[in-house]
């Protein structure tokens, strides 16, 4: 069965640094999503995209993040400057309909620790 | 603003049915999914809703009014296994993003 594939597992960073988590969605699917977990709470939404460019995002999403599609199959959320709350399961998500919320499958994740 | 209401934890014995409420408030709902979630897991997707009534899949139903703007997970036939966390989320539409609820720790007990 497809899925979606996230590098790396985990990863640990200091304060200040940048972090790049990297993502290989599912090859036939046209929207990609970056949600978050922090530890014992519930999945947030980051940023939703699509044809290249970012169709929605949310508060937590500031200038600190930016996510890439640098070729055909890796999507990317970039961190700069890492504070300690952002420590968190980061899910990388892919689904092929827009409309019906249904068919988002989630990678299995890419856990930050920020020290 | 967007909420979403459910139980926080649920336990039920071995081969019981079970079923988890989820209550929302939105704007542009377009429908209503389950994901599961075992323990630093993934998201795993059960079910969705975009129409009132009972959608069947296996052992997991899933039930949505929208007048109510209630929905429900059933859980049938349980299964050790099915210990895990359940999030109810709402799909808005004229957007791509899915909003979860606080989900529900559900415990299997023989």
């Known amino acids: 069965e497809p899925e979606v594939t996230q590098t790396p597992s985990h990863q640990v960073t200091q304060m200040g640094q940048e972090v790049i988590l990297r993502c290989v969605p599912i090859?036939?699917?046209?929207?990609f999503y970056w949600y978050r977990q922090i530890l014992g709470q519930k999945v947030e939404f980051l940023v939703s995209?699509?044809?290249?460019?970012?169709?929605?995002k949310s508060e937590i999403f500031d200038d600190q993040f930016s996510v890439e599609r640098p070729d055909g199959s890796n999507f990317t959320l970039k961190i700069r400057s890492t504070k300690l709350e952002d420590s968190a399961m980061y899910f990388c998500?892919?689904?092929?309909?827009?409309?019906?919320?249904?068919?988002?499958?989630f990678g299995e994740g890419s856990w930050l620790t920020v020290v | 603003g967007q909420s979403l209401e459910q139980p926080s934890e649920v336990t039920a014995v071995e081969g019981a049915i079970v079923q988890i409420n989820c209550t929302y408030q939105?704007?542009?709902?377009?429908?209503l999914s389950w994901y599961q979630q075992h323990d630093g897991g993934a998201p795993t997707f059960l079910s969705y809703?975009?129409?009132?009534g009972l959608e069947e899949t296996g052992r997991f139903s899933s039930f949505l009014s929208r007048s109510d703007s209630y929905g429900y997970l059933l859980l049938q036939e349980l299964q050790m296994k099915d210990s895990a966390s359940y999030f109810c989320?709402?799909?808005?539409?004229?957007?791509?993003?899915?909003?979860f609820g606080t989900g529900t720790q559900l415990k299997v007990e023989l």
């Open positions: 989320a709402v799909a808005r539409g004229g957007g791509n993003k899915l909003t």
């Open positions: 995209f699509y044809n290249n460019e970012i169709s929605e």
């Open positions: 809703n975009a129409l009132d």
């Open positions: 939105t704007s542009g709902f377009y429908g």
């Open positions: 998500a892919s689904s092929g309909d827009r409309i019906s919320g249904n068919t988002i499958y």
């Open positions: 090859s036939n699917h046209l929207y």
